[in-house]
């Protein structure tokens, strides 16, 4: 193996390191979300006003821009 195939190797190894652990804290926070998601967010469904609807539509707009980014659809697409 060349030195220059010894380092793109190395470097392959680092990259697949730091994208399991960016994965893996990505993996937590869709569970922390899915947990607060089964729990209303915390709002009271007998009493929810029109902050919590503003603040989940928000939050709404910014997993579908996550998602259109990587299903490139919207303004991502092409």
Known sequence: MTDRAARAARNQE???AAFLAKKAE???LLAELRQASDDH???DPEAVLWGE???LADA???LKD???QHFRRGEYAG
């Open 60 to 62: 709404t707009a910014k």
């Open 14 to 16: 680092r990259s697949l």
């Open 41 to 43: 967010f915390g709002a």
């Open 26 to 28: 990505f993996d937590a």
């Open 53 to 55: 609807t503003a603040w």
């Open 66 to 68: 996550i998602a259109d």
